[in-house]
């Protein structure tokens, strides 16, 4: 069974600094697609962002990006010059590939980052 | 081009009683899942469905549980005598295929068993 691990319960960064999650899983699946979802205290989740397991290039989107180790199965999130609106719970995911995928997203505990002026 | 839509936002029921969640997913969008999120927690999966069909429901327990995604109208899962363990934010999701797609969630229920 695929298990995703978090193992920062909360983490805090100064408005305009740089601050990393990290997050590693276990799976015997060669395809699979990894997610860093973003929970504010409004309770949404927002998908944050994206990586296909065989994309070696890293996955970015704005001021986040991940670092991905495949054969370290760790899948971290980088926030650059974070803001107050970043304050949130980030949740990593992980989902099966290729004919054995349902859709089943298995998430980590999450990280709560509060970002502080 | 609205969201995933869910209603109610928040539910209140007494035990015993019966709880229904509907979810509306994105325009275009035939794959619906179902998660729960206790608190403090991250969210589980219950069930995915796509119109008039279950597809995988590994993660909904055995008795009172029930979900559906009729050929017209909402998705609806539905918790009969609810108990206070049930308490718990439930999420939908949707996606427009399988294989990989990003899944776009509503904005939840709340669920209150008092």
């Known amino acids: 069974a695929q298990t995703v691990t978090q193992s920062q319960p909360e983490m805090s960064v100064q408005e305009a600094e740089t601050v990393t999650l990290s997050c590693t899983y276990d799976t015997s699946e060669s395809n699979y697609y990894l997610f860093w979802y973003k929970q504010p205290p409004s309770r949404q989740m927002i998908l944050v962002i994206r990586?296909?397991?065989?994309?070696?290039q890293n996955a970015t989107e704005n001021r986040f990006s991940v670092n991905f180790q495949k054969a370290a199965k760790s899948f971290s999130l980088k926030i650059s010059d974070s803001q107050l609106g970043d304050t949130a719970m980030y949740f990593c995911a992980f989902m099966k590939g290729g004919s054995s995928n349902t859709g089943k997203l298995i998430f980590g505990q999450g990280t709560t980052l509060q970002v502080k002026p | 081009n609205a969201g995933v839509m869910q209603n109610p936002r928040h539910l209140v029921r007494r035990r015993g009683q019966e709880a229904r969640l509907r979810c509306s997913p994105m325009k275009g969008h035939s794959h619906v899942y179902w998660y729960r999120q206790l608190p403090e927690e991250g969210l589980k999966f219950m069930v995915y469905l796509q119109k008039e069909n279950i597809i995988d429901e590994s993660g909904m327990p055995k008795e009172r549980f029930s979900a559906e995604f009729p050929k017209e109208g909402p998705s609806i899962l539905r918790i009969q005598q609810v108990v206070r363990g049930d308490s718990a934010a439930y999420f939908c999701?949707?996606?427009?295929?399988?294989?990989?797609?990003?899944?776009?969630f509503g904005p939840g229920t709340r669920l209150t068993v008092l």
């Open positions: 990586q296909e397991a065989y994309k070696q």
């Open positions: 999701a949707s996606s427009p295929g399988l294989f990989g797609d990003t899944q776009y």
